[in-house]
């Protein structure tokens, strides 16, 4: 099955830093999607992605669809305590976008 | 609107017993999918369903049952559970719009289950 290599696996960071991270498909996407969990919470969908190329920006976080089709990364600047949470990139799977794959997510700790 | 609900919150299990997860949404939403999450692994499809009537498996479905008998609800069931059940069960529903959806599943708040 199509698989999703999310990078770094974790990141400890100082607030008021800038935070990338990115994810790698070893198959073609047509959707890109990232989501957020917070502890003891479900994830939440952040930012979703239909076209290769395409920046989309939501508050502090922007994510791109590599034109490869196959990597998407998101950024996150100035990084707030509230910003504490798991990350995960997420891709259609067998042609259809309610069916999902997930990477392994990014484990996000910012230092107030 | 309570969005996706899932009972219980938390469960601890014997090895061989059997239970059943509920979840409940009041979306209206044609798709439902249940995901187990465990550390360093993300999130893992189980089963999902297209619709009252419909379901199918997902990545990892061994050990799980599913049935859709109504558009809201769609209960996973452990038929005799193993240590290597224990993780935080999630379920999720969306929309199908046409063909597709746009990607966006609601999530449930997770049942942490614990088999002893």
């Known amino acids: 099955g199509q698989q999703l290599n999310q990078s770094p696996q974790s990141m400890f960071i100082q607030e008021g830093e800038d935070v990338s991270m990115n994810c790698t498909s070893s198959?073609?996407?047509?959707?890109w999607l990232w989501y957020k969990q917070e502890p003891g919470e479900g994830p939440v969908l952040l930012i979703a992605l239909y076209k290769a190329g395409e920046l989309t920006s939501n508050g502090r976080l922007t994510a791109q669809f590599g034109i490869t089709r196959k990597d998407s990364f998101l950024n996150i600047s100035a990084s707030i305590p509230s910003d504490v949470g798991i990350y995960f990139c997420?891709?259609?799977?067998?042609?259809?976008?309610?069916?999902?794959?997930f990477g392994k997510g990014t484990l996000l700790t910012v230092n107030p | 609107n309570a969005g996706v609900t899932q009972t219980p919150k938390f469960q601890v299990l014997k090895t061989g017993q059997s239970m059943t997860l509920q979840c409940a949404q009041d979306?209206?939403?044609?798709?439902m999918s249940w995901y187990r999450q465990d550390p360093g692994m993300g999130l893992r499809l189980i089963h999902y369903s297209v619709g009252a009537g419909i379901t199918d498996q997902g990545e990892v479905p061994n050990g799980y049952n599913v049935s859709r008998s109504t558009t809201e609800d769609f209960p996973l069931r452990l038929l005799s559970a193993a240590p290597s059940q224990t993780s935080v069960y999630f379920c999720?529903?969306?929309?199908?719009?046409?063909?597709?959806?746009?990607?966006?599943?609601?999530f449930g708040e997770g049942s942490r289950l614990t088999v002893l």
């Open positions: 997420a891709g259609p799977s067998g042609g259809s976008n309610y069916k999902l794959t």
């Open positions: 198959s073609i996407f047509n959707t």
């Open positions: 999720a529903s969306s929309y199908i719009t046409g063909t597709s959806g746009t990607g966006e599943l609601f």
């Open positions: 979306m209206n939403h044609e798709y």
